[in-house]
């Protein structure tokens, strides 16, 4: 595309240990059969666009929560928003303008939707599960 701005690389690469069975989540987002599949990919893209990045899910669970994480270098992930039904949950402030995803049940996923890309999306995305069934309100730090 040829254009002057800024390219940025939007980083959402796939760590091994979802495959493997959601690492250090473990505990909380990854029970029986759940279980959450990411692309492993890396997306390019320009500061300005829309990207959407993928995450689809198996769950036995009929209203699954679906959360999305940012983690940028070494710091720990942050909470980007959370989807029961719908467009239904929690949105972080700070991601409110730019950020949002769509539960869909019958095609169990919840990509989510990044507008205006700034050079500060760039990090590593993380969606997660868990299941409502669990019942369990630890939080995640
Ligand atoms: C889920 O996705 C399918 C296929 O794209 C679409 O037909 C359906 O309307 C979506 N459902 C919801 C609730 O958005």
Known sequence: MLNIRQFLLLLWSFLQRWNLGCGFFWLLFCRGE???MQPPED???AEGDTVTLDCTFQTTDPSPY???Y???GTSRPQFILSRV???KG???DEFKERFSSTLNS???SAPLKIQELQLSDSAVYYCALRPTVTGSSRSAH
Do not use: C, I, R, S
């Open 70 to 72: 940012k983690q940028d």
């Open 43 to 45: 997306v390019v893209a």
């Open 106 to 108: 019958t095609m169990k």
């Open 66 to 68: 679906l959360f999305w």
């Open 34 to 36: 759940d279980k959450v």
């Open 85 to 87: 039904k719908g467009d």
């Open 90 to 92: 929690k949105t972080e």
